[in-house]
């Protein structure tokens, strides 16, 4: 079992910036990649970016060249830079962790939202 803590979200106005933070605990051992969704009222939950246990990064390309995923050396952490904030990134954000026994688990999300 792994459990999954996203912090950091909160009210930010364009062109601003957060920094999110996933901390996992338990099973730790087990995760492979862990992952940033997020999902905006009435869409589908999409995929933001991912970083896999080697440190290789992927992101959806809205968010390329403004958001950078980060993974502290235990590999228990995983952050999420946003800068250059836009109103389109305003979303829930949920922290995924990927396991070697091919699990899935999420976090509770944390709200961030982009107003002027």
């Known amino acids: 079992q792994v459990q999954l803590v996203e912090s950091g979200g909160g009210l930010v106005h364009p062109g601003g910036s957060l920094r999110l933070s996933c901390t996992a605990s338990?099973?730790?051992?087990?995760?492979?990649?862990m992952s940033w969704y997020r999902q905006a009222p009435g869409k589908q939950r999409e995929l933001v970016a991912t970083?896999?246990?080697?440190?290789?990064?992927d992101y959806v390309d809205s968010v390329k060249d403004r958001f950078t995923i980060s993974r502290n050396n235990a590999k228990t952490t995983a952050y999420l830079q946003m800068n250059s904030l836009t109103l389109e990134d305003t979303a829930v954000y949920f922290c995924?962790?990927?396991?070697?026994?091919?699990?899935?688990?999420w976090g509770q999300g944390t709200q961030v939202t982009v107003s002027s």
């Open positions: 995924n962790a990927y396991t070697i026994g091919h699990l899935t688990y």
């Open positions: 970083i896999t246990s080697g440190g290789r990064t």
């Open positions: 338990g099973s730790t051992f087990s995760i492979l990649n």
